[in-house]
């Protein structure tokens, strides 16, 4: 058992002196049981891995640590497809954040693996068992392809910036979520101060400026008749459309390239399955809070879909869909 000293500050107001009370509360804090932590992401173009460990008290000294010889068993639509083996060939270091930021600590983790691929519209489950712990387990549902249509380029309107829009057709009667990006392959050469002439290049994620209402408001710039979103992923769900027809407009600005700069341009369009959705948002809320002090805010837990343990199994389809060529 451990002690935790709170101290409680009262101020007590009076007419001619003002003083402090201090108040020591002992509480027992019963001791930690450790559990499996199970991580994991099933995408429908990659194969099956996660990550086991066990779990360490909030008070205690040691670090969490990866659970090398556990039983990890992969199902799909309640039907066992395979147990999944060790890759002992690859280790990767883990970053953990004890909430200290002069503290660089690492944790040398390997991934639990299948050669199997997940398929859209399908549920999974991941079974974990150890001797030494509860059984855990998890399950996922993988939501089906989004036909995006009535794709419209304005490239030549306005120099400063390319305009896209498509739609879509959000499923009725279901919660759906979403995340976009837009990815590029571009080149230009310009010539410098000295004459010379050079080659810039550019591929990755570019930056998207939107006013849609389903995208989150993360800008102040639309107080003066700009966006309300920039960014390079946008995060949603169908609340305003739900069963409907779905218009997406996005603006990519063109300071650094114009279209006919860029041989490649493709946007990346993933449905997440609720889980996904449910630990995003609660991992973006504690994120914000999490420097408040215990008494300047509610504490926000992160999402879990582990059973008898933590953790969390997130699923996503993710297609992509190419502008040019």
């Known amino acids: 058992m451990k002690n935790l000293n709170l101290l409680f500050l009262i ?16 509480i027992d804090i019963p001791p930690h049981e450790s559990v499996l932590v199970l991580n994991g992401r099933l995408d429908t173009d ?26 990890v ?11 999944l083996t060790l890759d002992t060939d690859n280790t990767y270091e883990m970053y953990l954040n004890d909430g200290n930021w002069r503290n660089d600590i690492y944790i040398d983790m390997n991934y639990y693996i299948s050669n199997y691929v997940p398929k859209k519209d399908k549920t999974y489950k991941i079974e974990v068992k150890h001797p030494n712990f509860n059984d855990i387990n ?11 249509y009535n794709l419209v380029i304005d490239s030549t309107s306005n120099n400063d910036k390319i305009n896209f829009e498509f ?37 990755g994620r570019v930056e998207m400026n ?13 107080l ?3 966006y309300r979103f920039q960014g390079e992923r946008a995060v949603f769900n169908d609340a305003l459309f739900n069963g409907q027809e779905k218009r997406i407009s996005v603006d990519v600005l063109t300071e650094e390239f114009k279209y006919s700069q860029c041989d490649t341009i493709k946007f990346i369009f993933s449905t997440f399955s609720d ?32 059973n008898n343990g933590l953790g969390v199994l997130l699923s996503k389809n993710a297609q992509e869909f190419n502008i040019k060529p």
């Open 224 to 226: 003066d008749g700009g």
């Open 167 to 203: 739609s879509f057709n959000d499923e009725a009667n279901i919660e759906n979520y979403y995340s976009i990006s837009l990815k590029v392959s571009c080149s230009k050469v310009f010539e410098d101060e000295y004459g010379y002439f050079d080659e810039y290049n550019y591929g």
């Open 210 to 222: 939107s006013n849609d209402p389903s995208f989150p408001s993360n800008s102040f710039d639309f």
């Open 138 to 148: 998890a399950s996922t549902y993988i939501p089906d392809d989004i036909l995006i």
């Open 275 to 306: 889980e996904s959705y449910r630990y995003y948002n609660s991992l973006a809320e504690q994120r914000v809070s999490g420097g408040l002090d215990i008494f300047g805010g509610e504490v926000v837990p992160v999402f879990t879909n582990i």
């Open 11 to 26: 101020s007590i107001i009076c007419f001619h002196s003002c003083g402090e009370l201090e108040t020591v509360i002992d």
């Open 73 to 83: 068993i992969l199902f799909e639509n309640g039907v066992e497809i395979e147990t």
């Open 46 to 71: 990659t194969n099956v891995q996660v990550l086991v460990s066990s779990s360490v008290g909030a008070f205690d000294n040691s670090n969490p640590s990866m659970v090398n010889d556990a039983n």
